[in-house]
C-alpha cells in the first residue's frame, strides 16, 4: 500500500473498458496508506492486542495478536463495518445492493472467507479450518504454530446501521465503464478521511481495543484528479481504522472486485496496524498487500477465488514475512506469498526479496 503524506489524504497495469476520468486524471488501480494522526481529545481507552517481535537481527514489528513462539492461544477482535450510501447528484451507490445470489453486499462480506472458516491447505500443509487472514497469518509463522497449533488471530465482524452520505459538490463525481462497472462513485480521499475521524466521537462501539472498517460500493476513492483507490488503512492515535469498497462488475474482473480489497487492508492492519508504528524491513513497512497488487493475467490484481455458500468471492494474495526478509524463515514451505506464488508474476516480474516494494 503506498503511502500519502498528508494527513487528510503502480502504474496501470490492467485498465478494463475504463472511460476518460471526469476530472481528466489518470487511472491506476492500487491501495494506499495514510500516516498515524495525533490521538483525539477525549478519545476511549483501551489498546488492541499486539505483540513486538524481530523480523531479522536487526529489524523489529507490531502485530496484532500475540507471539506465536511464546503462546498457544486465540485472540480475537471486533472489527465494526460501517456500510456508508455514498450519493453524488441524486445517483446513490448502496452497499445493501442485492448482489446475484440474492444477498445484499453487506451480508456478502459477512458471510465470505474474511469471517467465515474454510480449509486451507497450502503448498501440501494443513493450514487449517479458519478465516482468511488468520490462515496467512499462521503460514507466516508456521515454525512456530505448526507446534503452537491452537494459535489464531481471528475477526468478529459486527455491521454498523448503515450511513448515507450525500457528497457535496467539487468532492465528488461519477464515471462510467471503470472496469467493467457501468457506473461508479468517485470521491475525494481527503475528504473520506475526515469524515471518518469526525465519526469516531459518535460511534460509541469503536474503541482502541476494535477496528473500523468504512465499507462503500462501486465507489473509489480519488486523490486530487487521479482514481482508483479501492481502499486504506491508517490510524488516530491508537484508534486503528480503513476503508474498502465492494464493486461488482457487470462482467469480467473489477479492481477491488466483492471482498478484494477488504483482504489487502485487513492483511496489512494485521501486520502493521498503526501504519508504521514501530515496523519496519529491508523494503519498508509491512504492507504485505501491495507487493502483489498489481499482478495481471490469471490472477488479476493479485486476486484469488473461494466459492462458499454458492458465491464465489475474490481475495488478494499476500506477499509472506520471508519476502520482507523473515530470519530465521519460519513461513510455510518458504513461500514467497500466501498462494505459494514463485517465479514471474504477469505484469510483475520475479517475485523475490523486496522485488516489487512495499
Same mark, same amino acid.
Request: hydrophobic share 30%; aromatic share 10%; proline share 6%.
Given at each position: 500500500?503506498?503511502?500519502?503524506?498528508?494527513?487528510?489524504?503502480?502504474?496501470?497495469?490492467?485498465?478494463?473498458?475504463?472511460?476518460?476520468?471526469?476530472?481528466?486524471?489518470?487511472?491506476?488501480?492500487?491501495?494506499?496508506?495514510?500516516? #498515524?494522526?495525533?490521538?483525539?481529545?477525549?478519545?476511549?481507552? *483501551?489498546?488492541?492486542?499486539? @505483540?513486538?517481535?524481530?523480523?531479522?537481527?536487526?529489524?523489529?514489528?507490531?502485530?496484532?495478536?500475540?507471539?506465536?513462539?511464546?503462546? &498457544? +492461544?486465540?485472540?480475537?477482535?471486533?472489527?465494526?463495518?460501517?456500510?456508508?450510501?455514498?450519493?453524488? &447528484?441524486?445517483?446513490?451507490?448502496?452497499?445493501?445492493?442485492?448482489?446475484?445470489?440474492?444477498?445484499?453486499?453487506?451480508?456478502?462480506?459477512?458471510?465470505?472467507?474474511?469471517?467465515?472458516?474454510? %480449509?486451507?491447505?497450502?503448498?501440501?500443509?494443513?493450514?487449517?479450518?479458519?478465516?482468511?487472514?488468520?490462515?496467512?497469518?499462521?503460514?507466516?509463522? @508456521?515454525?512456530?504454530?505448526? +507446534? &503452537?497449533?491452537?494459535?489464531?488471530?481471528?475477526?468478529?465482524?459486527?455491521?454498523?446501521?448503515?450511513?448515507?452520505?450525500?457528497?457535496?459538490?467539487? #468532492?465528488?463525481?461519477?464515471?462510467?465503464?471503470?472496469?467493467?462497472?457501468?457506473?461508479? *462513485?468517485?470521491?475525494?480521499?481527503?475528504?473520506?478521511?475526515?469524515?471518518?475521524?469526525?465519526?469516531?466521537?459518535?460511534?460509541? %462501539?469503536?474503541?482502541?481495543?476494535?477496528?473500523?472498517?468504512?465499507?462503500?460500493?462501486?465507489?473509489?476513492?480519488?486523490?486530487?484528479?487521479?482514481?482508483?483507490?479501492?481502499?486504506?488503512?491508517?490510524?488516530?492515535?491508537?484508534?486503528?481504522?480503513?476503508?474498502?469498497?465492494?464493486?461488482?462488475?457487470?462482467?469480467?474482473?473489477?479492481?477491488?472486485?466483492?471482498?478484494?480489497?477488504?483482504?489487502?487492508?485487513?492483511?496489512? @492492519?494485521?501486520?502493521?496496524?498503526?501504519?508504521?508504528?514501530?515496523?519496519?524491513?529491508?523494503? *519498508?513497512?509491512?504492507?504485505?498487500?501491495?507487493?502483489?497488487?498489481?499482478?495481471?493475467?490469471?490472477?488479476?490484481?493479485?486476486?484469488?477465488?473461494?466459492? =462458499?455458500?454458492?458465491?464465489?468471492?475474490?481475495? #488478494?494474495?499476500?506477499?509472506?514475512?520471508?519476502?520482507?526478509? %523473515?530470519?530465521?524463515? =519460519?513461513?510455510?514451505?518458504?513461500? @514467497?506469498?500466501? #498462494?505459494?506464488?514463485?517465479?514471474?508474476?504477469?505484469?510483475?516480474?520475479?517475485?523475490?526479496?523486496?522485488?516489487?516494494?512495499?
Amino acid at each position: 500500500m503506498k503511502k500519502i503524506s498528508s494527513f487528510i489524504a503502480l502504474s496501470a497495469l490492467l485498465v478494463v473498458g475504463c472511460a476518460a476520468f471526469a476530472a481528466s486524471g489518470p487511472i491506476h488501480p492500487r491501495y494506499v496508506v495514510l500516516p #498515524q494522526r495525533p490521538a483525539q481529545s477525549n478519545a476511549p481507552a *483501551g489498546t488492541l492486542q499486539e @505483540w513486538t517481535g524481530k523480523l531479522n537481527s536487526s529489524d523489529t514489528f507490531v502485530m496484532v495478536g500475540t507471539d506465536p513462539s511464546k503462546t &498457544n +492461544t486465540t485472540t480475537t477482535v471486533n472489527v465494526y463495518i460501517l456500510p456508508v450510501n455514498i450519493c453524488i &447528484n441524486g445517483t446513490c451507490f448502496d452497499p445493501a445492493t442485492k448482489q446475484s445470489n440474492g444477498a445484499t453486499a453487506i451480508a456478502n462480506v459477512v458471510n465470505s472467507p474474511i469471517f467465515q472458516n474454510q %480449509q486451507y491447505t497450502q503448498g501440501g500443509t494443513d493450514i487449517g479450518n479458519t478465516q482468511y487472514e488468520d490462515a496467512f497469518q499462521r503460514s507466516n509463522f @508456521w515454525g512456530d504454530v505448526m +507446534t &503452537n497449533t491452537n494459535y489464531h488471530v481471528l475477526l468478529k465482524p459486527i455491521v454498523l446501521p448503515e450511513y448515507k452520505a450525500n457528497i457535496p459538490s467539487g #468532492q465528488g463525481s461519477i464515471g462510467n465503464n471503470y472496469f467493467g462497472i457501468p457506473e461508479v *462513485g468517485l470521491v475525494q480521499i481527503n475528504y473520506v478521511d475526515t469524515e471518518i475521524n469526525a465519526a469516531f466521537s459518535k460511534l460509541k %462501539q469503536v474503541n482502541p481495543t476494535n477496528v473500523l472498517m468504512v465499507m462503500t460500493y462501486n465507489t473509489y476513492l480519488i486523490e486530487g484528479s487521479e482514481c482508483c483507490i479501492g481502499g486504506y488503512h491508517s490510524a488516530t492515535g491508537n484508534q486503528t481504522y480503513g476503508h474498502f469498497t465492494y464493486t461488482t462488475p457487470a462482467s469480467g474482473t473489477s479492481f477491488s472486485e466483492d471482498v478484494s480489497a477488504l483482504s489487502h487492508e485487513l492483511g496489512e @492492519w494485521m501486520d502493521d496496524p498503526l501504519t508504521n508504528g514501530g515496523n519496519n524491513s529491508p523494503c *519498508g513497512i509491512l504492507e504485505v498487500g501491495d507487493p502483489i497488487e498489481g499482478e495481471i493475467g490469471t490472477h488479476d490484481f493479485g486476486d484469488y477465488t473461494y466459492t =462458499l455458500n454458492g458465491y464465489t468471492y475474490h481475495v #488478494q494474495d499476500l506477499a509472506t514475512m520471508q519476502y520482507f526478509g %523473515q530470519s530465521p524463515d =519460519l513461513v510455510n514451505n518458504s513461500f @514467497w506469498t500466501f #498462494q505459494g506464488q514463485s517465479g514471474n508474476l504477469p505484469g510483475l516480474g520475479n517475485i523475490g526479496e523486496c522485488s516489487f516494494g512495499s
